[in-house]
């Protein structure tokens, strides 16, 4: 399930850094647009830009740190734990059946 997480995750930084670029490219080709409002305007929207860029790549490093301490956590557990965790595993697994079965 790690891993699913894991693909989804890089599709969607992939696809916010693929909207920032194009955006970034869309508004280079409206350069020569006329109008110093227009100038200002641009020029804060770019810097804007590379502020969300920024924070998205630290989003990034943030999720995959809690994501690394979670599984480090759960993994403690299981180990200190090892019938406790057979045991909720069982458990979870015959409730998952019973709600299955019902539909």
Known sequence: MSDLTAAQKDKLMSDLRLVIS???QLLRMSASDAGDGV???RGRLLERMSEAT????QLQDIAIESVQAAGLAADEYVHKNPWQSVGIAAGLGLVLGLLMSRR
């Open 39 to 41: 100038a200002e305007l």
């Open 54 to 57: 920024t924070d998205l790549a």
């Open 22 to 24: 194009d955006a970034e």
